[in-house]
């Protein structure tokens, strides 16, 4: 079946501090992989995403994320947090059809 | 930029109502969405719909049907709204492979 994991429903982190926010997904097929954002009140704005190629795929406000095909994971990054990066970030997985399955959602505060 | 605009930021909608919630795209994509958000479960697709008068159900369509008579507008029906409906609902149109544009959402409460 198709799924997509997000482990951590609440994530804080310090002001300045790295974060990974973890993300598994089950999909029979070559993944194509997406990180979304959500701020409040705001609807779904696209971070990044993975199609093919180089593994470690950048996408705006700094975020990074890296495609582990052996771990079935897709897990963001960010070296230093900021508090504007408060907010839901959803991960999900294209399939067939243009359909995406996301995650639960993890929302991060971030501490001053 | 591609817009999705809903028509409503908040509804409160009392049980039994029929409700509408419309969803307007400004970019002439084919393809359009509407999603359910809950906390813990994430967004779950109810239905979706490649043109105008085809739709197709998505994971959780029980309660809900759809309408597209024109392109750009795809709209959402609770034909008999339930409190177990109360919730955030997206819309969403596509391009390509996965290129989506989210509307704002609609935050429903039926009391």
């Known amino acids: 079946a198709q799924s997509v994991t997000q482990p951590d429903i609440h994530i804080t982190v310090s002001e300045g501090a790295s974060l990974e926010l973890r993300c598994n997904y089950s999909?029979?097929?070559?993944?194509?992989l997406f990180w979304y954002v959500q701020s409040p009140g705001q609807g779904l704005q696209l971070l990044l995403k993975y199609f093919s190629g180089d593994t470690l795929v950048q996408g705006i406000k700094g975020f990074e994320a890296e495609f582990k095909r052996s771990q079935s994971s897709f897990n963001l990054r960010k070296p230093s947090v900021h508090w504007s990066d408060a907010a839901e970030y959803f991960c999900a997985v294209g399939v067939r059809g243009g359909k995406l399955i996301f995650g639960q959602g993890t929302e991060l505060s971030v501490k001053p | 930029d591609v817009k999705v605009t809903q028509s409503s930021r908040y509804l409160v909608k009392r049980t039994g109502e029929k409700v509408f919630l419309e969803c307007v795209q400004d970019?002439?994509?084919?393809?359009m969405f509407w999603y359910r958000q809950d906390p813990g479960l994430g967004l779950r697709l109810i239905y979706f719909?490649?043109?105008?008068?085809?739709?197709e159900k998505g994971d959780i369509p029980e309660g809900y049907s759809v309408s597209r008579e024109k392109k750009e507008r795809f709209s959402l029906i609770l034909e008999s709204a339930s409190t177990n409906q109360t919730s955030m609902y997206l819309c969403?149109?596509?391009?390509?492979?996965?290129?989506?544009?989210f509307g704002s959402g609609t935050r429903l409460t039926v009391v």
């Open positions: 969403a149109s596509k391009t390509g492979n996965y290129g989506y544009t």
């Open positions: 970019m002439d994509h084919e393809n």
């Open positions: 719909s490649y043109d105008v008068k085809m739709k």
């Open positions: 999909y029979g097929a070559t993944p194509y």
